[in-house]
C-alpha cells in the first residue's frame, strides 16, 4: 500500500510539474504574440503616416545667392 501510495504522489506530482510548465510556456507565447502584433502595428502606423518633409534644391538655393547674415557673434556666409 505504501508502495502504491509512493507512485501515485509521484505521478501527481510529475503531472503538477508538466501543468505548469505547458502553462508557462504559453503564457510566454502568449505575451510574444502580443508584442510582435505591437511592434508590427508600430512599423504600420509610422510608414503611413510620413509627412512630407519641406526641401529646397540646390538649383532653388543657387537663384537667392549668396545669404549672410550676423547672429552677434559674427557673420556667418551661407554659399
Do not use: H, Q, Y
Amino acid at each position: 500500500m505504501e508502495n502504491i501510495r509512493s507512485v501515485v504522489m509521484a505521478i501527481v506530482g510529475l503531472a503538477a510539474v508538466a501543468f505548469v510548465t505547458v502553462f508557462a510556456f504559453s503564457v510566454g507565447l502568449a505575451l510574444v504574440g502580443v508584442l510582435a502584433v505591437l511592434t508590427v502595428a508600430r512599423v504600420v502606423a509610422g510608414k503611413l503616416n510620413r509627412a512630407p518633409v519641406p526641401v529646397r534644391t540646390r538649383d532653388c538655393r543657387r537663384k537667392d545667392g549668396m545669404r549672410v547674415w550676423d547672429d552677434g557673434k559674427g557673420k556667418i556666409i551661407d554659399l
